[in-house]
DNA sequence: CTGTAGATTCCAGATATTGGAACGACATAT
DNA sequence: ATATGTCGTTCCAATATCTGGAATCTACAG
């Protein structure tokens, strides 16, 4: 364990916790340690932007620089924290596999899944990175977003099976389906064999954040089973937006 | 600059910054460092709390710890941030100096100020600390905080002045008044020959968690000079308060 | 079952960190 | 006006800490 480090988020701590600026003897004395020492942590902190020294006084707060970082932290959190009960729904009413994921520099990222109990299921760890323009929650994603985000998505573009949608023109189709539809629907085009219907997820704001799906082998998704899906995955979508604060003023569509 | 610290802040930032959790050699990567250096720093890192190990996919995710500790730092900013602009109106409508302090633990503590142009002016310095119960500030925020923040405040009570109110009995008059006005004064209870007023300021929950006053030469602080830098002082807390999201539903008051 | 990729542990060598002392800047007390 | 004390800052040799490569372990994929 690195004393430095521990010293140093100790010396920052004792500034975030404290309603007001403290003195370098103060805090070296709070945190047990010479005046030098706590000096140079401080000198530290400083460049690194998470503390500054107040002209007057000479003494030392904390920066915002903290809460900036805490922040982005928090906002994903929030989708996991939020999402969570109503993915574990959704894996209860279809009986397959579902994913969370989010969209990161032309691909889809899982942050969350609830696996399927069939012997035969759809399988991803969270933390795997999959291209966005040929996986369910990706596209979802993809046909919510930016000019900007479906051409990172379309920067290697590559047939990974016989199905995979790997031009920009016919992506652009696709996501223009999705668009229309309000989900995706996407058959091996990834992994063979493998079909996935998704929604995307939408904060507060309005900007699409994340999108869940469920994935499972083409042999169960047969019409009927993608049907049910497909109206659990919108209403999942529609449920974790609005736990996150969307409300969609104006359309919406459960397919009929 | 401790090379250490820094390199654990790189890591951490990191994680904050990703949409996603990432993997150990990723973060390596991303850092500059080899997988040993990361691996150690995140192991301490986990160990204060700052980032998890997701056991799923034994890739690393930042904690909300670093939010908790954020919004500890962002309370305080707000309160200052917010107060400013109105700080500085206040010293010009009054011409005397300015204070904006917060409670901490018996005392007040000043955390802004803007001094009087005049030559002979009151002064105070950024993160000085003073007591409470015979202090403007201090005693217009004890008077509506709770038993216990009287009690700390009651607990070290002296003369600083032939004028301090120096006993709980008569602590408690002076703020059943503050309560009753709406405003604390105090003419040269800690030092002698300073006349202060001051208001108590309220974020959003109703608490108060600030004051604001202003203090001068007693020869400056006649009757009339009181009379508007009360008005000014009432209005300025009432400013701010409302900037902070108080909304005074019911009772106010402005003395006629 | 074997191979591969990645995470984790280990350790001697390199070096960054440590704390006391000296210095400088203020502010108050005499 | 001078003295005195407090507090922040700088410096440096001793050394405890950190470093990175290699070995080990684990889990998955073929």
Same mark, same amino acid.
């Given at each position: 364990?690195?004393?430095?480090?521990?010293?140093?988020?100790?010396?920052?701590?004792?500034?975030?916790?404290?309603?007001?600026?403290?003195?370098?003897?103060?805090?070296?004395?709070?945190?047990?340690?010479?005046?030098?020492?706590?000096?140079?942590?401080?000198?530290?902190?400083?460049?690194?932007?998470?503390?500054?020294?107040?002209?007057?006084?000479?003494?030392?707060?904390?920066?915002?620089?903290?809460?900036?970082?805490?922040?982005?932290?928090?906002?994903?959190?929030?989708?996991?924290?939020?999402?969570?009960?109503?993915?574990?729904?959704?894996?209860?009413?279809?009986?397959?596999?579902?994913?969370?994921?989010?969209?990161?520099?032309?691909?889809?990222?899982?942050?969350?899944?609830?696996?399927?109990?069939?012997? =035969?299921? *759809?399988?991803? %760890?969270?933390?795997? @990175?999959?291209?966005?323009?040929?996986? $369910? !929650?990706?596209? +979802?994603?993809? #046909?919510?977003?930016?000019?900007?985000? =479906?051409? *990172?998505?379309? %920067?290697?573009?590559? @047939?990974?099976?016989?199905?995979?949608? $790997? !031009?920009?023109? +016919?992506?652009? #189709?696709?996501?223009?389906?999705?668009?229309?539809?309000?989900?995706?629907?996407?058959?091996?085009?990834?992994?063979?064999?493998?079909?996935?219907?998704?929604?995307?997820?939408?904060?507060?704001?309005?900007?699409?954040?994340?999108?869940?799906?469920?994935?499972?082998?083409?042999?169960?998704?047969?019409?009927?089973?993608?049907?049910?899906?497909?109206?659990?995955?919108?209403?999942?979508?529609?449920?974790?937006?609005?736990?996150?604060?969307?409300?969609?003023?104006?359309?919406?569509?459960?397919?009929?």
């Amino acid at each position: 364990m690195e004393k430095t480090v521990v010293k140093a988020i100790r010396v920052l701590e004792s500034l975030a916790l404290s309603p007001r600026p403290r003195a370098l003897g103060e805090i070296a004395a709070v945190c047990d340690m010479t005046k030098s020492n706590a000096h140079r942590l401080l000198q530290t902190l400083s460049e690194m932007h998470y503390v500054r020294q107040v002209p007057e006084s000479r003494s030392y707060e904390a920066t915002l620089r903290l809460w900036e970082m805490g922040m982005r932290v928090f906002d994903r959190f929030d989708i996991r924290g939020v999402a969570s009960p109503v993915l574990r729904g959704l894996q209860e009413k279809t009986g397959e596999s579902v994913h969370l994921s989010i969209f990161d520099d032309g691909d889809a990222v899982y942050i969350d899944r609830i696996d399927s109990q069939q012997a =035969v299921r *759809a399988y991803i %760890r969270i933390g795997d @990175r999959v291209p966005a323009y040929c996986t $369910a !929650t990706g596209r +979802a994603m993809l #046909a919510c977003l930016g000019e900007a985000e =479906v051409a *990172a998505a379309s %920067r290697d573009m590559r @047939r990974h099976t016989e199905l995979t949608v $790997a !031009t920009p023109d +016919a992506l652009a #189709a696709a996501l223009a389906e999705v668009r229309e539809k309000g989900y995706a629907l996407t058959r091996g085009e990834w992994r063979q064999g493998v079909v996935g219907v998704a929604a995307p997820i939408r904060s507060q704001s309005g900007t699409v954040v994340a999108g869940v799906g469920v994935a499972g082998p083409a042999e169960r998704m047969g019409e009927d089973n993608v049907a049910v899906a497909t109206r659990a995955v919108l209403q999942a979508a529609t449920d974790i937006s609005h736990a996150l604060g969307f409300s969609d003023s104006g359309h919406a569509g459960l397919p009929s």
